[in-house]
């Protein structure tokens, strides 16, 4: 039996963790997109690390649960990777709900009863959520600790509450990382780590959507603009995962690391403050 690594979305930032990672693990690689999961596990395998592909909803509890039960077979879960997702140019306000928050709510509440003594996660948000006003102490409560299957009929989530697209992937992120709070608490218990990861902007093929979507000059803008200058690349997104799935972050749980090349800084205190 191997130690199991559980890949949720075969993109680019989710390949360059888990190749980071993953080196003599069984990976278990899920996509909505069978064609995508294929595609990076061949790649993997071809580099030897040893990856089997499968088709994976996210937005699916019965899907999530199929997946963990397909990892269970190989051996013992000891990390999960959730870098599945859909971006704002992508899909609708409901798809970006109940893929980007409710499904990472399912996903890390579930891997959260079955990791192994000492296992860790990461998944990924975003630095968008960074971008959106604080919310209040009780509706941050609620994103973090609201059963999963009721979290999509909090009044701040109705379509009357939400204003587009964009306003819906700032909400998930968000969630994301109340999520990761609450369940660093659980995991914990079974001494294991769960962490998020919030990029921005980081060239893959969801970016690029971004970059030919309706907001692509305001991206355009932003890795100009930012004190990096440049967009990130999946790679080095990988270097703040390995920290913190590694035995280097053994101290680091509940935790949402910003790697944007200091692109939040400058929209607050920089050239990429909007005007009022
Ligand atoms: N690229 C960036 O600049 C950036 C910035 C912030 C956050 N993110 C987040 O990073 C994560 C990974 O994105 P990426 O940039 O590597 O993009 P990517 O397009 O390379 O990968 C995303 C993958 O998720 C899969 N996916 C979409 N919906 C799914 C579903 N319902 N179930 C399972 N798989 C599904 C897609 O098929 C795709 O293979 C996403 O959550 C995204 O929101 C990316």
Known sequence: MKNVMILTGAGQIGMAVARRMGTGMKIVVGDKKTDNAQTIAQIMNEAGF??????????????????????????????????????????????????????????????GKVIRQGGTGVTISSQSGWRMPALTAGEDELLATTPADELLTLPLLQPENIHDTLHAYQMAKRCNEKRVMAEAVKWGKRGSRINAIAPRIIVTPLAMDEFNGPRGDFYKNMFANCPAGRPGTADEVANVAELLMSDKGAFITGSTFLIDGGATSSYYYGPLKPEV
């Open 50 to 111: 040893d990856a089997v592909p499968m088709e994976m909803d996210l937005s699916s509890r019965a899907s999530i649960l199929n997946i963990i039960s397909e990892a269970l077979k190989y051996g013992e879960i000891s990390m999960l990777v959730n870098a599945a997702g859909v971006s704002p140019s992508q899909a609708s306000v409901e798809t970006i709900l109940k893929v980007d928050l409710y499904g990472t709510a399912v996903l890390l509440d579930e891997v």
